[in-house]
């Protein structure tokens, strides 16, 4: 054969066979890694529903215990908790022993001790589940059925790295004025018939408090991450300046990825891959406001990125902010676990999965039907994003096989 025709014949193969990986990650079935993919998602259908009528009747152990002998380096939870449900009824039922000013950050938050010592941050609610929050895409309060939907969403992608939240109800005179250290207490006041306090953070006033319907306020608890888990602060390379005119280098220097891949935690080691797949799942739920991120204390990098604070979510159902999505456009990689996952969820699926999730929560309905509708029309915005970079770079530069597996201490 000709060297000519030998080259035509080279070029047809390797087009073949990268049109072949695209259609065997692409919700095909015929490779090895959609296999495993595919069976993972099965099990998170599986258990997705969840009982409100689950109780431990199994074991001597706490829900708290439990919950905490789950963490690992790179999952707060595993892929198969039969006894989920469980712990998030005990975090919305149980008895509430103490109760303070939320820890240090700008949004009003209580620090509550449930029986059994356990420590939950509790977020009070702001906004009817149809307000609209308008302004630049990190405006507005934390809202307290975004933590909630924002963990039911990280269980249906697999990714299992937010701790657990779940609604509550909680009686402001019965449950929390009468274990209230002084300086939460002191912040206590009345508009009307209702109960309302105000706590201490960087934008607490009193002028602003958020106030209970009568006594009972609706609100999320977040399980406090086990403190033999120390965590780590780090600024995250593609935050937000939040000074008019003055962007951050992301935001006019497409290269700057490049740069980014030579800073450690990112040029080694799972970490760019977790911030590519934080900037994915924080897209779908509108969270324009991780300017940091948590990892756990002394990991190498190899530690996940993990998904606290997602309230400033779901706060425009109308307003896709593509900005959010720079680490993927710019780094043009994403896991192929991830990729797998998204293509699974295309058609619906998404934001039917999350529904049938939310239904179990004790503030059912948690979000509006205009929220569940935009995650549907985001991720096709995603898997178009992610299929450019397969046409620009190549199937093989784009989707990253990377299933790091830590085992637990």
Known sequence: MKLKQRMVVLCAVLLLLGLAKIFLLDGGEGSAASRRDLRAFRKMEAGLALSRSARLTHTLQSPWEIASQWVGPREVYPEETPELAAVLIALSTSRIERADVGYKGTQLKALLVLDGGQKVVFKPKRYNRDYVVEGEPYAGYDRHNAEVAAFHLDRILGFRRAPLVV????????????VAADQLL???????NNTCFYGKCYYCRESEPACAEGEIMEGSLTLWLPDVWPLQKHRHPWGRTYREGKLARWEYDESYCEAVKKMPPYDAGPRLLDVIDTAIFDYLIGNADRHHYESFQDDGGASMLILLDNAKSFGNAALDERSILAPLYQCCMVR???????????????????????????????????????????????????????ESQGPDNTLIEDRMNLPHP
């Open 167 to 178: 609604g509550r109800f909680v009686n402001l005179r019965t449950e929390i004025k009468p």
């Open 186 to 192: 002191s912040t206590f006041l009345m508009q009307g």
């Open 336 to 390: 192929v676990s991830t990729w797998n996952r998204l293509n699974l969820l295309r058609s619906g699926e998404l934001s039917s999965a999350l529904r049938q999730a939310l239904a179990f929560d004790p503030i059912h309905p948690v979000l509006a039907e205009t929220h569940l509708a935009a995650l549907d029309r985001r991720l096709s915005g995603i898997i178009a994003t992610v299929k450019q970079c397969m």
